[in-house]
């Protein structure tokens, strides 16, 4: 267990709708990571949270958008779904900026239909 | 820009046997870190080993080592007495400290699929 938490861990939706993803990152993290694993393909980084300002931005289309709380939880939302965008939603969170590791959450797996 | 490279797409070995797992990367930072995650069918992401391009040792973790060879930007992952727990996809990483541009991502190759036989 590394101690960062993703709801929900399954989430089936039809194309057009809006879903929101959720990860707590480990006691004392202050950066948050998402990433994007298409099936058989490797992991894309999306967007970084650092102490809630974004520091980072990837490969995230303008449909999606992301938020750190206060409470350094983040949210990723995702809307005008597309089934090209069914894929594996992976939260990581570092204790620092950039150089520590970051240890991942379970992942969500988003079905769009 | 970083790339990194995983020659290597599948492979299976015997348990108990070792194999090692090519990392090839691309890179004018002369400070970095080098990561191998493994992701099991459950397909959570793992951490299995860290090595910062400073260090000359190369980093160890029980049955995990690696062979880092900076000049020839090489970061090859040994696993030892392979067991069949270790079947997993193994994914290498990329990652360079602060910098003005603040991007702080992991840069990750295709990943190798490895498989241990009983």
């Known amino acids: 267990d590394s101690g960062v938490t993703q709801t929900p861990k399954h989430l089936i939706t039809a194309t057009g709708q809006r879903v929101t993803l959720r990860c707590s990152p480990r006691?004392?993290?202050?950066?948050v990571y998402w990433y994007q694993q298409s099936l058989d393909q490797g992991l894309q980084f999306l967007i970084q949270?650092?102490?809630?300002?974004?520091?980072a931005k990837g490969n995230i289309l303008e449909r999606f958008s992301a938020q750190q709380f206060p409470d350094l939880h983040s949210e990723l939302n995702l809307s005008s779904l597309e089934l090209g965008d069914s894929a594996l939603y992976f939260c990581?969170?570092?204790?620092?900026?950039?150089?520590?590791?970051?240890?991942f959450g379970p992942g969500t797996r988003l079905t769009v239909l | 820009a970083q790339t990194v490279t995983q020659s290597q797409p599948e492979m299976s070995v015997q348990e108990a046997e070792t194999v090692t797992l090519s990392c090839t990367y691309d890179?004018?930072?002369?400070?970095?870190?080098l990561f191998w995650y493994k992701q099991p069918p459950s397909r959570q992401m793992i951490l299995v080993i860290r090595?910062?391009?400073?260090k000359q040792q190369n980093a160890t973790e029980n049955r995990f080592s690696v062979n880092f060879q900076k000049a020839a930007k090489s970061f090859s992952l040994k696993i030892s007495d392979s067991q069949l727990g270790d079947t997993a996809m193994y994914f290498c990483?990329?990652?360079?400290?602060?910098?003005?541009?603040?991007?702080?991502?992991?840069?990750w190759g295709a990943g190798t699929k490895l498989i241990i036989k009983p």
């Open positions: 990581a969170s570092s204790n620092r900026q950039s150089t520590d590791t970051q240890y």
């Open positions: 006691s004392g993290d202050l950066s």
């Open positions: 949270y650092y102490n809630g300002e974004e520091r």
């Open positions: 890179t004018s930072e002369s400070n970095y870190y």
């Open positions: 090595q910062e391009a400073y």
């Open positions: 990483a990329f990652m360079k400290p602060d910098s003005m541009d603040s991007n702080y991502q992991l840069i």
